[in-house]
């Protein structure tokens, strides 16, 4: 271990690098030990600032379906079960896209790399998002809102990894909600633009389309801010690049040394890491991975279709309680202001508490919660439960994505992510139908019901058969 020190800067660990079988055990020891710094969370931010879109994308469906409705574009509810002329058939373009997304392109970032992905994603979405803006036909906009939906779910399985792989074992819990913080202050972003704007007109144009250009504009602006994210070391290293992986990697140590003002501990043991042949669903039937991925596939599927069923449909289901349009999406943004918030309180316990009795946790607000929301009458215990419940959601989102990447190594991480995932796009696709029909069958109460059949198999399958990940590497969870 050789030891650098310059004048005017604290000294800095910099480790010969051994490039043997498997160099990606070398450059995750070294990454493992860095203590936290303002650049690790700064690389966190800048990643989650593509994701902030992404997730405007996805929570403005519930509050610009209103607006869709009321200018004659979709229909609340449909004669059919698959009506593709209403707002349930526009919520499930959204996730069909996003399963097509996950299911069918989650090899990229593990083939081509973190950053290259990440980046052509998000331009799909602006450029998706803004065609489908100024359609006229319910077809047109199905049609589009799925092409979009493709871009964006390839996105956040991307984000998931890259996030996972960057920062130390002690941070990932925090990093990932910071980054559900950032990506989900979207959503009081897009409940007040809706509110202000749906309702209205812009210069001759419907309220609504403003709302989604808007989203597809910003996210420009934020590709450019995002070139400067490295590309992660763990994949560089693992596709037999281990020479750029070390030069970011020293780029890192040199910058957190200098932030922490202090030399840098040595590196942590190597963890050997098993030998993968490429990024295959057949890799994924082996143990310790086929265990896993049924659990995940199971709970994606159920806690999709509950979180979904509330966060999709918050100002239907107010309507339903006897509040009017504008004042239910009044309501709506005030109960999105509950998204980010929930991220930030998490990182006070992400790290501290094992993510899967959060999860199992969250899940049981949920129950308690809605069950309660469907009883209610009064606007104060309607905005209180409906905070709650968003609250709960976000400590189970913030847990599972990080959680769900960790359970996987680096050569199929995101091809794991993406078909565990996309149970959860499958069950979000059908939570659309499925909710219109319990809101037209048995009401507000028949809804929930139906998302507290969800949240208990939430419950038994992570709280029974999920293995405790905090603390622990990457590589030692993969073995």
């Not at 902030?52 to 994308?57: L, S």
């Not at 092409?147 to 998931?160: R, S």
């Not at 419940?389 to 680096?410: D, M, N, R």
Request: aromatic share 12%; charged share 10%.
């Amino acid at each position: 271990m050789q030891q650098t020190v310059t004048a005017g800067s604290p000294p800095l660990v910099t480790p010969n690098v051994r490039v043997g079988n498997q160099p990606g055990a070398e450059i995750s020891a070294r990454m493992d030990r860095l203590p936290i710094t303002r650049h690790l969370w700064m690389l966190v931010l800048l990643i989650s600032l593509g994701g902030f879109f992404e997730i405007y994308d996805l929570i403005f469906t519930g509050y610009i379906a209103p607006g869709m409705a009321k200018s004659g574009l979709l229909a609340t509810t449909t004669h059919s079960f698959f009506g593709f002329t209403g707002i349930a058939g526009f919520i499930a373009a959204t996730f069909a896209g996003l399963f097509v997304g996950t299911f069918c392109f989650g090899w990229l970032p593990d083939r081509y790399g973190r950053r290259a992905v990440f980046t052509v994603s998000l331009l799909w979405y602006s450029i998706g998002s803004a065609i489908m803006a100024v359609q006229t036909t319910p077809e047109a906009v199905i049609l589009w809102r799925f092409i979009t939906g493709i871009g964006v779910g390839v996105e956040i399985i991307t984000i998931d990894s890259y996030v996972t792989e960057l920062v130390p074992q002690h941070m990932r819990g925090r990093a990932m909600a910071f980054n559900q913080m950032v990506m989900f202050a979207a959503a009081p972003v897009a409940a007040i633009l809706s509110y202000w704007l749906v309702p209205t007109t812009v210069f001759g144009i419907d309220g609504w389309r403003v709302v989604v250009l808007a989203g597809s504009a910003g996210a420009v602006l934020v590709w450019f801010i995002r070139r400067s994210v490295p590309e992660s070391p763990r994949w560089l290293a693992s596709h037999g690049q281990p020479e750029k992986a070390d030069a970011i990697v020293r780029d890192i140590e040199s910058i957190v040394a200098r932030q922490a003002k202090e030399p840098l501990p040595p590196p942590l043991p190597v963890v050997e890491q098993p030998v993968h042949r490429r990024a295959s669903f057949a890799e994924l039937l082996q143990p310790p991975y086929r265990s896993r991925f049924v659990m995940l596939v199971v709970f994606n599927l159920c806690q999709a279709i509950g979180y979904y069923g509330f966060a999709n449909w918050v100002p239907t289901l107010l309507i339903g309680q006897g509040i009017t349009v504008t004042k239910s999406l009044l309501y709506s943004f005030i109960i999105a202001f509950a998204l980010p918030v929930g991220p930030m309180l998490a990182m006070l316990y992400a790290d501290r508490i094992q993510r899967k009795w959060l999860i199992v946790g969250g899940a049981l607000v949920v129950i308690v919660s809605g069950i309660a929301f469907g009883q209610a009458r009064s606007v104060p215990a309607l905005i209180a439960l409906g905070v709650l419940i968003s609250l709960a959601g976000q400590t189970i989102s913030v847990c599972y994505h990080a959680y769900q990447a960790e359970l996987f190594p680096t050569a199929i991480r995101c091809r794991a992510n993406g078909l565990v995932y996309s149970a959860s796009r499958i069950g979000a696709m059908m939570s659309g139908f499925i909710i219109a029909a319990l809101l037209r069958d048995f009401g507000v109460v028949g809804v929930f019901a139906g998302i507290t059949a969800c949240m208990l198999v939430v419950v038994v399958s992570i709280g029974v058969f999920g293995p405790r990940t905090n603390g622990k590497r990457l590589e030692e969870l993969c073995h």
